[in-house]
Protein backbone atom coordinates (compact mmCIF):
# COMPACT_ATOMS: atom_id res chain seq x y z
CA UNK A 1 0.00 0.00 0.00
CA UNK A 2 1.93 2.64 -1.53
CA UNK A 3 1.97 6.40 -0.06
CA UNK A 4 0.92 8.35 -2.46
CA UNK A 5 0.35 11.90 -1.07
CA UNK A 6 1.77 13.81 2.10
CA UNK A 7 0.50 17.01 3.38
CA UNK A 8 1.21 18.83 6.37
CA UNK A 9 -0.74 22.28 7.94
CA UNK A 10 -0.34 24.29 11.06
CA UNK A 11 -2.78 24.67 13.31
CA UNK A 12 -2.27 27.65 15.80
CA UNK A 13 -5.21 27.65 19.00
CA UNK A 14 -5.19 30.73 20.76
CA UNK A 15 -5.97 29.98 24.66
CA UNK A 16 -8.65 31.63 26.52
CA UNK A 17 -6.65 32.82 29.34
CA UNK A 18 -2.97 33.55 29.40
CA UNK A 19 -1.15 30.18 31.29
CA UNK A 20 1.96 30.46 33.34
CA UNK A 21 3.92 27.32 33.87
CA UNK A 22 7.24 27.58 36.09
CA UNK A 23 9.36 29.03 33.40
CA UNK A 24 7.47 30.68 30.59
CA UNK A 25 3.68 31.76 29.49
CA UNK A 26 1.34 30.90 26.99
CA UNK A 27 -1.26 32.37 24.86
CA UNK A 28 -1.21 30.20 22.30
CA UNK A 29 -0.53 26.58 21.31
CA UNK A 30 0.64 25.08 18.15
CA UNK A 31 0.12 21.92 16.14
CA UNK A 32 1.32 20.70 12.90
CA UNK A 33 -1.20 18.20 10.98
CA UNK A 34 -0.01 15.30 8.93
CA UNK A 35 -2.26 13.60 6.54
CA UNK A 36 -0.89 10.63 4.04
CA UNK A 37 -2.86 9.18 1.65
CA UNK A 38 -2.55 5.38 0.08
CA UNK A 39 -2.90 4.48 -3.41
CA UNK A 40 -5.90 2.40 -2.17
CA UNK A 41 -7.43 5.94 -1.05
CA UNK A 42 -6.96 4.93 2.87
CA UNK A 43 -6.23 8.85 4.79
CA UNK A 44 -4.18 8.75 7.84
CA UNK A 45 -3.92 11.72 10.24
CA UNK A 46 -0.92 12.53 12.51
CA UNK A 47 0.17 15.60 14.36
CA UNK A 48 2.57 17.09 17.42
CA UNK A 49 2.24 19.71 19.76
CA UNK A 50 5.31 22.19 18.33
CA UNK A 51 4.79 24.89 21.40
CA UNK A 52 4.05 27.87 21.81
CA UNK A 53 5.07 29.54 18.74
CA UNK A 54 6.73 29.19 15.37
CA UNK A 55 4.70 25.44 14.20
CA UNK A 56 5.50 26.16 10.68
CA UNK A 57 9.17 25.28 11.36
CA UNK A 58 7.54 21.65 12.42
CA UNK A 59 5.46 21.85 9.03
CA UNK A 60 8.22 22.91 6.79
CA UNK A 61 10.30 20.00 8.00
CA UNK A 62 7.68 17.48 7.12
CA UNK A 63 7.19 18.94 3.78
CA UNK A 64 10.83 19.77 2.25
CA UNK A 65 13.54 17.43 4.37
CA UNK A 66 11.07 14.60 5.24
CA UNK A 67 8.22 13.92 2.82
CA UNK A 68 10.60 12.71 0.06
CA UNK A 69 11.20 9.36 2.41
CA UNK A 70 7.41 9.19 2.61
CA UNK A 71 5.68 9.10 -0.50
CA UNK A 72 5.93 6.19 -3.11
CA UNK A 73 7.31 4.51 -0.11
CA UNK A 74 4.73 1.36 1.44
CA UNK A 75 2.93 2.66 4.54
CA UNK A 76 3.62 -0.67 6.59
CA UNK A 77 7.36 -0.08 6.64
CA UNK A 78 7.06 2.50 9.12
CA UNK A 79 10.72 1.47 10.67
CA UNK A 80 12.22 1.43 7.43
CA UNK A 81 10.67 5.03 6.53
CA UNK A 82 11.54 6.61 10.14
CA UNK A 83 14.74 5.55 10.03
CA UNK A 84 15.24 7.00 6.33
CA UNK A 85 13.97 9.98 7.88
CA UNK A 86 15.94 9.92 10.88
CA UNK A 87 18.86 9.71 9.31
CA UNK A 88 18.65 12.32 6.62
CA UNK A 89 17.82 14.61 9.54
CA UNK A 90 20.62 13.84 11.38
CA UNK A 91 22.22 17.49 11.32
CA UNK A 92 18.94 19.35 11.49
CA UNK A 93 17.85 17.95 14.52
CA UNK A 94 18.16 14.43 16.67
CA UNK A 95 15.78 15.93 18.95
CA UNK A 96 12.77 18.55 19.23
CA UNK A 97 11.29 20.20 16.00
CA UNK A 98 12.16 17.76 13.63
CA UNK A 99 11.93 14.27 15.72
CA UNK A 100 8.41 15.96 16.42
CA UNK A 101 7.48 16.63 12.87
CA UNK A 102 8.48 12.82 11.98
CA UNK A 103 6.56 11.96 14.71
CA UNK A 104 3.63 13.33 13.38
CA UNK A 105 4.29 11.38 9.95
CA UNK A 106 4.63 8.07 11.86
CA UNK A 107 1.51 8.55 13.26
CA UNK A 108 0.14 9.54 9.91
CA UNK A 109 0.83 5.79 8.53
CA UNK A 110 0.07 3.86 11.78
CA UNK A 111 -3.32 5.56 11.65
CA UNK A 112 -3.66 4.85 7.75
CA UNK A 113 -2.38 1.19 7.91
CA UNK A 114 -5.06 0.56 10.95
CA UNK A 115 -8.25 2.10 9.04
CA UNK A 116 -6.43 -0.18 6.05
CA UNK A 117 -6.82 -3.75 8.05
CA UNK A 118 -10.45 -1.88 9.66
CA UNK A 119 -9.24 -2.41 13.24
CA UNK A 120 -9.32 0.81 15.54
CA UNK A 121 -5.54 1.62 16.70
CA UNK A 122 -5.21 -0.10 19.69
CA UNK A 123 -6.26 -3.20 18.39
CA UNK A 124 -3.46 -3.37 15.49
CA UNK A 125 -1.19 -2.39 17.80
CA UNK A 126 -2.16 -5.40 20.27
CA UNK A 127 -3.41 -3.55 23.25
CA UNK A 128 -4.67 -5.65 25.47
CA UNK A 129 -7.16 -3.28 27.64
CA UNK A 130 -10.61 -3.53 26.17
CA UNK A 131 -12.49 -1.23 28.82
CA UNK A 132 -11.34 1.86 30.20
CA UNK A 133 -7.39 3.00 30.89
CA UNK A 134 -6.62 5.09 33.77
CA UNK A 135 -6.03 9.06 33.57
CA UNK A 136 -5.26 12.25 35.50
CA UNK A 137 -6.66 15.42 34.99
CA UNK A 138 -3.91 17.67 34.21
CA UNK A 139 -4.28 21.36 34.80
CA UNK A 140 -3.45 23.78 38.27
CA UNK A 141 -2.00 26.46 36.15
CA UNK A 142 -0.68 29.63 37.07
CA UNK A 143 -3.23 32.23 36.48
CA UNK A 144 -3.35 35.90 37.52
CA UNK A 145 -5.15 36.01 40.54
CA UNK A 146 -6.00 32.53 41.59
CA UNK A 147 -5.43 31.76 45.19
CA UNK A 148 -4.66 28.72 46.52
CA UNK A 149 -8.50 27.88 47.14
CA UNK A 150 -9.01 28.39 43.48
CA UNK A 151 -7.13 26.00 42.61
CA UNK A 152 -8.34 23.75 45.47
CA UNK A 153 -11.69 24.50 43.96
CA UNK A 154 -10.64 23.37 40.29
CA UNK A 155 -9.25 19.97 41.20
CA UNK A 156 -12.04 19.33 43.77
CA UNK A 157 -14.19 19.55 40.13
CA UNK A 158 -12.08 16.86 38.78
CA UNK A 159 -12.54 14.61 41.28
CA UNK A 160 -16.64 15.21 41.11
CA UNK A 161 -16.66 14.62 37.53
CA UNK A 162 -14.52 11.06 38.22
CA UNK A 163 -11.03 11.09 38.19
CA UNK A 164 -8.78 9.87 40.94
CA UNK A 165 -6.03 11.38 40.36
CA UNK A 166 -5.00 14.86 39.45
CA UNK A 167 -1.99 17.07 38.30
CA UNK A 168 -0.50 20.95 39.27
CA UNK A 169 2.12 22.87 38.17
CA UNK A 170 4.74 24.10 40.47
CA UNK A 171 7.93 26.16 40.50
CA UNK A 172 6.90 28.98 39.39
CA UNK A 173 6.79 30.95 43.10
CA UNK A 174 8.87 29.89 46.04
CA UNK A 175 8.88 26.42 47.43
CA UNK A 176 7.00 27.97 50.54
CA UNK A 177 3.78 29.59 48.24
CA UNK A 178 3.72 25.98 46.22
CA UNK A 179 3.46 24.26 49.83
CA UNK A 180 0.40 26.14 50.70
CA UNK A 181 -1.14 25.72 47.18
CA UNK A 182 -0.13 21.86 47.45
CA UNK A 183 -1.58 22.00 51.09
CA UNK A 184 -5.07 23.46 49.73
CA UNK A 185 -5.42 20.58 46.77
CA UNK A 186 -4.36 18.02 48.96
CA UNK A 187 -7.09 19.42 51.71
CA UNK A 188 -9.83 19.01 48.91
CA UNK A 189 -9.20 16.18 47.04
CA UNK A 190 -8.87 13.67 49.96
CA UNK A 191 -6.09 11.38 51.28
CA UNK A 192 -7.09 8.75 48.42
CA UNK A 193 -6.93 10.53 45.11
CA UNK A 194 -3.62 10.13 43.21
CA UNK A 195 -1.73 13.79 43.48
CA UNK A 196 1.16 14.71 41.38
CA UNK A 197 2.73 18.25 40.71
CA UNK A 198 4.71 19.03 37.55
CA UNK A 199 7.82 21.33 37.70
CA UNK A 200 8.78 22.08 34.15
CA UNK A 201 11.80 21.90 34.40
CA UNK A 202 11.97 24.69 37.13
CA UNK A 203 15.27 24.28 39.13
CA UNK A 204 18.72 24.93 37.83
CA UNK A 205 20.50 22.19 39.96
CA UNK A 206 19.81 19.12 41.66
CA UNK A 207 20.02 21.32 45.48
CA UNK A 208 17.21 23.84 44.63
CA UNK A 209 14.89 21.24 43.15
CA UNK A 210 15.73 19.09 46.58
CA UNK A 211 15.49 22.06 49.16
CA UNK A 212 11.65 22.72 47.60
CA UNK A 213 10.70 19.05 47.03
CA UNK A 214 11.63 18.06 50.70
CA UNK A 215 8.94 20.88 51.79
CA UNK A 216 6.69 18.86 49.80
CA UNK A 217 7.11 15.17 51.22
CA UNK A 218 3.91 15.01 53.52
CA UNK A 219 1.25 15.73 51.18
CA UNK A 220 2.15 11.80 49.59
CA UNK A 221 2.68 12.79 46.16
CA UNK A 222 3.23 10.15 42.94
CA UNK A 223 5.22 12.04 41.84
CA UNK A 224 7.54 15.21 40.84
CA UNK A 225 8.30 15.55 37.42
CA UNK A 226 10.73 17.29 35.39
CA UNK A 227 12.33 19.16 38.13
CA UNK A 228 15.28 20.06 36.19
CA UNK A 229 16.39 21.26 32.37
CA UNK A 230 15.83 17.67 30.03
CA UNK A 231 19.80 17.01 29.66
CA UNK A 232 20.40 17.58 33.19
CA UNK A 233 20.32 13.68 33.76
CA UNK A 234 22.91 13.64 36.85
CA UNK A 235 20.59 16.59 38.55
CA UNK A 236 17.51 14.25 38.07
CA UNK A 237 19.33 11.42 39.63
CA UNK A 238 20.50 12.91 42.43
CA UNK A 239 17.46 14.31 43.40
CA UNK A 240 15.90 10.83 42.51
CA UNK A 241 17.78 9.47 45.62
CA UNK A 242 17.00 12.19 47.80
CA UNK A 243 13.94 13.12 48.13
CA UNK A 244 10.85 10.73 48.87
CA UNK A 245 8.39 11.23 46.25
CA UNK A 246 9.14 9.43 43.05
CA UNK A 247 10.66 11.48 39.94
CA UNK A 248 8.75 11.48 36.64
CA UNK A 249 10.73 12.78 33.36
CA UNK A 250 10.62 12.08 29.38
CA UNK A 251 7.83 14.14 28.19
CA UNK A 252 10.56 16.54 26.49
CA UNK A 253 12.66 13.42 25.98
CA UNK A 254 12.63 12.20 22.36
CA UNK A 255 13.95 8.85 20.50
CA UNK A 256 15.05 4.99 22.75
CA UNK A 257 18.44 6.58 23.07
CA UNK A 258 17.36 9.44 25.48
CA UNK A 259 15.34 6.78 27.38
CA UNK A 260 18.00 4.38 28.25
CA UNK A 261 20.17 7.47 29.00
CA UNK A 262 17.77 7.73 31.58
CA UNK A 263 17.25 4.19 32.69
CA UNK A 264 20.86 4.25 33.42
CA UNK A 265 21.89 7.26 35.50
CA UNK A 266 18.69 5.97 37.22
CA UNK A 267 17.18 9.60 36.85
CA UNK A 268 13.33 8.93 37.13
CA UNK A 269 11.23 6.00 38.38
CA UNK A 270 8.42 6.37 36.21
CA UNK A 271 9.07 7.22 32.24
CA UNK A 272 6.71 10.07 30.42
CA UNK A 273 7.47 8.39 26.89
Known amino acids: MKVTELTAATVVIPLRNVTSFSTRTVSERHYTLVKVRTEAGTEGLGFCYCGNGAGWIV ?3 VRDLLAQHVVGKDSHQTEAIWDAMYKDAIL ?11 SAIDIALWDANAKEAELPLYQYLGGARQDVVPAYASGGYYLEGKTPEHLAGECAAYVN ?12 VSAREDAERIAAVRRAIGDDVEFFVDANNAWPDATSAIRAIRQWEDFDLGWVEEP ?4 ELDAHAAVAAAVM ?3 ATGEIHQTRWDFQMILDKE ?3 ILQT
Open 161 to 172: IGFNAVKIKVGR
Open 245 to 247: PPI
Open 228 to 231: NMPD
Open 267 to 269: AAS
Open 92 to 102: MGRRGAVVRAM
Open 59 to 61: TQA
